[in-house]
Nanobody, 117 residues
Framework: QVQLVESGGGLVQAGGSLRLSCAASGSISNINVMGWYRQAPGKQRELVAAITKSGNTDYVDSVNGRFTLSSDNAKKTVYLQMDSLKPEETGVYYC???????????WGQGTQVTVSS
């Protein structure tokens, strides 16, 4: 099993910044990808950013140039730096971890991000 604990959500004005953290514990040795999804009110969950074990990153087009995903392998933690936030990016942000070997996703409990206009 993998446990994911998120932190760093909150309320910020449009144009502001937040940094989300996700710490992984448990059976983490064969995690291949970690990242963040978000779910806005009334909408489906969407992938925001992901990072592979080798450090390759991918972002949804709407956040390119504003969000940065990084990892600290020693701390088993990933960080999502979110700059120039927009009100439409309000939602619950979920950390996830994926294992290719078992084709399974693990999820954190979610952290609320609210961007006021």
């Amino acid at each position: 099993q993998v446990q994911l604990v998120e932190s760093g959500g909150g309320l910020v004005q449009a144009g502001g910044s937040l940094r989300l953290s996700c710490a992984a514990s448990g059976s983490i040795s064969n995690i291949n990808v970690m990242g963040w999804y978000r779910q806005a009110p009334g909408k489906q969950r969407e992938l925001v950013a992901a990072i592979t074990k080798s450090g390759n990153t991918d972002y949804v087009d709407s956040v390119n140039g504003r969000f940065t995903l990084s990892s600290d392998n020693a701390k088993k933690t990933v960080y999502l730096q979110m700059d120039s936030l927009k009100p439409e990016e309000t939602g619950v942000y979920y950390c996830y971890a994926h294992k290719w070997s078992v084709a399974y996703d693990y999820w954190g409990q979610g952290t609320q991000v609210t961007v006021s206009s």
